[in-house]
């Protein structure tokens, strides 16, 4: 979920555009936080927008990507269940708001923001959606991250607790981390991966390319095995065969639809000839999703 109206957030509530819950309001205060024990003091998170791992060391702890601001204080109070130690760091898998939009609420308490650079850089400056054109507005300087990296590898650590935090370059956006704590065997992917077993967004607009989001699957692919807990941006908790399985339908995606490009076939005559039907049966949610799938594909190749 990516395409966010912040303008409703006065009136307490935010408008998720395009996505599954597309033209609902939330109701923050009807939803609850869902942990799940992923072993070796590691837990995922639910509540609403991407998920959130939360990693406990010996002095602190260090949590992965932190949904929307109206759910800061339950998902403190959910993370002081599991352990009474401070947030040392929270990593931002990428920049859309239901994975940064408490940014400001956690630093204010001393959690250190770790991220790719290209999310400052996308979060101070605003952005706009590709597809849609919805422009999502600057983020004060409090939620921006302070400690960033701008490619390769990056490790987060905190007593007896090591997080190496990975750059995939154009990929659901241009600042994707995947992050990996061997010790758990826990791998949180952010949104380049769901398991709604639904097609994902590309945020091309902001950088998004699937020939990364492919990069990024067989990175996984290499260091997870079959015992790997898998935090996916959105949906229930994935395991390395869900993994192969949404590698295949991006590899399908990319196939015929770069075939069709280099065809010199423009945009709107790829959609009309419906590609991927065979795949739209199983990951498009319904005929706009299918269309948004292939105009997200065309457009990797399109990006300047
Ligand atoms: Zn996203």
């Known amino acids: 979920m990516s395409r966010i109206a912040w303008a409703a957030l006065a009136a307490g509530t935010v408008l998720l555009a395009g996505t599954a819950i597309a033209q609902q309001q939330v109701d923050w205060d009807k939803i609850q936080i ?3 024990d992923l072993g070796n003091k590691t837990y995922m998170l639910e509540g609403q927008g991407g998920n959130i791992t939360v990693a406990v060391g010996t002095d602190g702890i260090i949590m992965v990507d932190g949904q929307f601001a109206p759910l800061s204080d ?19 898998t990428h920049f859309h708001g239901d994975h940064t939009g408490g940014n400001d609420n956690f630093a204010k308490d001393g959690v250190t923001i770790v991220a790719h650079d290209n999310i400052r850089l996308r979060l ?10 919805a422009k999502t507005a600057p983020r004060p300087a409090e939620a921006l991250p302070k400690q960033t990296y701008v490619g390769g590898q990056l490790t987060v650590e905190v007593g007896g607790r090591k997080a190496t935090v990975t750059h995939v370059a154009n990929a659901h956006t241009d600042g994707d981390s995947w992050v990996y704590f061997a010790d758990a065997n826990v791998l949180a992917t952010g949104d380049v991966m769901n398991n709604n077993k639904r097609y994902q967004n590309i945020d ?4 998004g390319d699937i020939r990364g989001m492919l990069r990024a699957t067989d990175a996984w692919l290499r260091v997870s095995n ?23 339908m991006l590899l399908t995606s990319r ?36 269309v948004n799938h292939i105009r997200n594909v065309y457009n990797s190749f399109k990006r300047l």
């Open 255 to 290: 196939d015929r639809i770069e075939r069709l490009v280099r065809e010199g076939k423009t945009e709107d005559q790829i959609v009309a000839l419906r590609p991927l039907k065979d795949l739209d049966a199983k990951w498009a949610a319904n005929d706009q999703a299918a």
């Open 124 to 133: 101070a400056a605003g952005t706009a959606n590709g597809l849609t054109g």
């Open 226 to 248: 079959d015992n790997t807990k898998v935090v996916v941006g959105h949906g229930p908790l994935a395991k390395r065969a869900d993994i192969a399985e949404y590698r295949e």
């Open 204 to 207: 091309f607009g902001n950088g």
């Open 74 to 92: 339950k998902i403190k109070a959910a993370i002081k269940a599991i352990s009474p130690l401070p947030i040392k760091y929270m990593i931002n």
């Open 34 to 36: 869902k942990t799940t």
